[in-house]
């Protein structure tokens, strides 16, 4: 069981990001004994849904859902309704309505708009969170057609220690890329980057789990920003000139040659 | 919810062995195997499947008595398993499944246009040439074929050590009787170090090349598809940036307003002074 879960996470490593929810659904059809670890497994661009008591907006993920309803983080209800869905527990929801104030006003600070939600669940040992945001963005109506798409999500468990606390956290960040001009056609770069963490920070009346995992998190973000810039703005370019040279061969050479040239007789005018 | 037939997972297995990154197909094959509730499910398609997936990349080969590469594509397939060498004048035979060259034999009548066969060799000439300026890692063929030139280009990296993998396809159709030459330029990088980035770009263009004597005629051709194809280099330069400077700085940007991190230490209070209270 654990060597096909192994090749069908292998897959979704491979297989085009743009079309993950096309491969998933396969993947499920394929395998569907490995249904609840792949889905728990593979992160899927979030969807968005309405939450008509609060008329706030949320964000779908394993983490709220209980069979096909999803519960919204600022009503705390299901839709569609349940009698007896998965709640996180008083305590915990006290937490969950502030983390969601907190990150509410970071993806403000950041994103300048876009949806975000925060989902807290309960553990032997402490409790686990999962920090999900979702930004659009469409230029189309500026110039020729370009789109993107931002989800981030983070999953983080606690190990409440009273005095402090052991944070793991795990991020991805699906970025979503996509242009339509008459020079260059259609151009897309889609996918994700993942990257884990462990820290451990002390826990008192001003620095509780929530604002621990807000510093955790925003570090872990802003790097994965930096590392996606790289990749997808660098790498992959750095990639697409390796397969065609825009400078002809012989015009290589000849730079070659004079540099050798040069190099050549600043070395005989050293010596002599 | 009913189970899925057997066709239907044929479909999907199929589908996704077509959409594997260059140089990952045996991967891909490795880990759809071992998904599928019956290995043999695969067998009876796989002769395509492989086919389709090597002629679709263009992926190229040694000649046999050659000093050459040729393509194994659409356009100079002659039965299944045997395509056409122009540059070498023979058919070579191909095993899609153990990817190697397994003979030779002679061309055999109406197998190639004979009739373009002076226009063909000229292209031929002039794309042999472009092919070595531009593509250090690339291979070009060109057919005549239904009265047109076909060049094909085909340019890959691979470097799975470092977790990346790309191709370049180019295919070029020259239409003697009106002029009209038109490319189809695809591009696949796939990146996969912690995570799975591909970029993907697909471009049609046309061009015009005035008639005249074979030779005048390919080396317009060549010189106009370098042009057209080094001006969408350059314009993927542009487009880059525009994605990296203003599409993605509106997506997130690398610090708040204020040009600094988030005070942790002050963010309960920003609720009260009024920031962030958008929707």
Redesign the interface.
Known sequence: MTDQLDCALDLMRRLPPSQIEDNLSGLLDLVPDLTEPLLSAVDQPLKIAHDPVTKREYLLCDYNRDGDSYRSPWSNKYDPPLEDGALPSAELRKVEVEANEIFDIYREMYFEGGVSSVYCWDLDDGFAACILIKKTQDRSAKGPPMRGTWDSIHVVEVQDNKKSGHYKLTSTVMLNLQTDTTATGQVGLAGSLTRQDEKDFPVSETTPHIINIGRMVEDMESNLRRTLEVIYFGKTKDIANELRSSTAANVLQQRADLQKQIGSSIGNKQRS | MS??TNE??IT??T??LL???PG?FM??V???R????NESLLNESAGRTFREYNTEQMIFVDAPGGGHKVLISKYGEVSDGEYLDPKGNQVIQFDHIKQEVTGKRAIGSGETDQSQEALRAAFEKEAFDYC???????TTTVYAKDGKIIVALS???FNPHNF?N???RSVWTYNPSNGECVGHFR?V????E???????????QKITVPSGAPDAVASAALKAIAKA????????????????E???K?????L???KV??D??K??T??ISG??Q??
């Open positions: 189970e899925p239907e997972l999907i297995a589908n996704f959409n594997a990154p990952e991967e891909v490795t880990d759809v071992a998904l599928l509730p070595g300026q531009h593509y250090p890692h690339g340019s890959a990296r990346w790309g191709r370049w591009i990088v796939h990146y996969y912690d995570g799975n980035v591909q970029l993907n770009t697909d471009t049609t194809e080094q001006t969408f280099q350059s314009s993927m330069e542009v487009n880059y940036n525009t994605m990296g203003t599409t993605y509106a997506l997130r940007r690398a708040p307003i204020t991190k988030i942790w230490n963010i309960r920003y609720r920031l962030g958008k929707q």
